[in-house]
């Protein structure tokens, strides 16, 4: 399909996916919600070829200012997301796709503000760059709504209490790139016109390795978070358990010793 409000770049192993809003600082609307990143990532999720998934955001000002809220007023609805007689809570959350299986590598480069909805992807992406002037906070309570969703998803990264302030302050004040860093919201910063090429430097990095493997010990440290520490290693001692009958567990160490670069057996 052509996408209106989403750019698709695939480039070998790496796929850039860039919400293309600038015109409303991308903010998400039902189109995105419910059409176009669900497509992309059902598409990136089928290619055997895609690797790593990096999403960005169109311009410079801003990453993601959440839902489109004149779609709310036009509307009714947040993105015309469903109740939840309609399913799990998180089948509207555009990070819905992250809490389906999807177990390729998700690289979020932060170009700008990032606030409410838009703090799915912080919250939910593997790993977090950011620009250096890109600021993250949440205006839900300030417009009438609820801040719970991305709130319980940041509580995976940063302290309870710097979550509660975001909430709190609805946006009066802004969370800094270093002060983000610190917290564990971001893994690095850099300047706003290297963001891109230094998630593609990563990304190209990550493609090099077993997609099997990345695969798995993805899903087993995401599973610790969900589950805890006893039943989280169990979960990964089942991941490591049922890889030693993947190609890639001999193809790595026999690689190694023949000093050659490994052939990675792709599903």
């Not at 016109?193 to 798995?216: M, V, W």
């Amino acid at each position: 399909m052509t996408y209106t409000d989403l750019l698709w770049e695939k480039d070998g192993h790496v796929l850039t996916l860039t919400l293309n809003r600038p015109e409303r600082h991308n903010a998400l609307n039902a189109n995105l919600l419910k059409v176009e990143l669900p497509d992309a990532f059902r598409r990136a999720r089928e290619d055997i070829e895609i690797r790593v998934v990096i999403v960005t955001g169109a311009g410079e000002r801003a990453f993601c200012s959440g839902a489109d809220l004149k779609d709310t007023a036009a509307t009714g609805s947040i993105g015309g997301t469903e109740g939840p007689a309609q399913g799990p809570y998180y089948r509207s959350t555009p990070t819905a796709f992250l809490h389906e299986g999807f177990d390729k590598p998700v690289l979020v480069a932060v170009n700008g503000m990032c606030l409410g909805a838009g703090l799915h992807f912080v919250a939910d992406g593997d790993l977090v760059l950011a620009a250096e002037h890109a600021t993250f906070f949440d205006t839900h309570v300030r417009v009438g709504q609820v801040f719970a969703l991305e709130a319980i998803g940041l509580l995976r990264r940063m302290p309870f209490g710097e979550v509660m302030k975001m909430m709190l302050v609805s946006g009066t004040e802004r969370m800094d790139a270093p002060t983000a860093q610190r917290l564990g919201l971001v893994s690095e910063i850099s300047a706003g016109k290297d963001l891109l090429a230094r998630a593609r430097e990563i990304a190209a990095t990550i493609a090099q390795f077993s997609p099997a493997t990345i695969a798995a010990s993805k899903r087993a440290m995401w599973a610790a978070l969900e589950h805890g520490l006893t039943d989280g290693l169990e979960r990964g001692w089942r991941e490591i358990y049922q890889h030693w009958t993947h190609p890639d567990y001999l193809e790595g160490p026999r690689a190694f010793a023949e000093k050659r670069p490994p052939r990675w057996h792709v599903d």
